[in-house]
């Protein structure tokens, strides 16, 4: 059998298989990525607390409505003691960024009064006498004993958290606890 020729001058190195007119150029392959099917995002978190089975979904809690009496107050009690900035939303609410969960403050005066929370919300800080200070300057600590030890002061509690309790001023409880002492059960 012959040797095959191999291209010379201008043609060394530029031989290329032919393509369909469909298969070429950067449009085509942009193209291709926006007809791809749109999955929904994994749940990843759920993947973990399941071992690794996506299939199981798991529901994330996102928003915890507060209602307050006075939005513009209310916005000014949490800027101060969570030290985060709102954000302030269409139809009289404000939205705190704490971590996974968002804190929704939501004026329901137009429609009565506000109900108080579930008995207390959670948030964890790294800096529990920093956010003490601040709950302290705004005057709403608790004033109720926590098992025999006051609500309203920083407490190892008997399941190992240290933390303290406060009210905002529609008595919607909190807790603030120090991050690493957690207790998840």
Request: charged share 30%; with cysteine; hydrophobic share 35%.
């Amino acid at each position: 059998m012959p040797a095959r020729k191999r291209p010379t001058g201008r043609d060394a190195g530029t031989r290329r298989k032919a393509r369909k007119p469909h298969q070429t150029g950067v449009g085509a392959r942009a193209s291709a990525r926006r007809k791809a099917p749109v999955r929904p995002r994994q749940n990843l978190r759920a993947t973990r607390k399941t071992g690794g089975k996506a299939g199981r979904d798991v529901p994330q809690f996102f928003r915890l409505n507060v209602e307050v009496a006075d939005l513009p107050a209310a916005v000014d009690f949490y800027t101060k003691l969570l030290a985060v900035q709102g954000r302030k939303q269409a139809g009289s609410r404000c939205y705190f960024e704490c971590g996974a969960v968002t804190l929704s403050v939501l004026d329901v005066s137009a429609r009565g009064g506000p109900h108080p929370a579930a008995k207390a919300l959670y948030f964890t800080v790294r800096d529990l006498d920093a956010a003490f200070e601040r709950a302290r300057g705004l005057g709403c600590l608790s004033r109720e004993d926590v098992h025999d030890a006051p609500g309203g002061g920083i407490v190892v509690r008997p399941w190992g958290e240290r933390s303290f309790y406060a009210e905002d001023p529609w008595q919607n409880p909190l807790c603030f606890v120090e991050e690493g002492t957690v207790y998840s059960g």
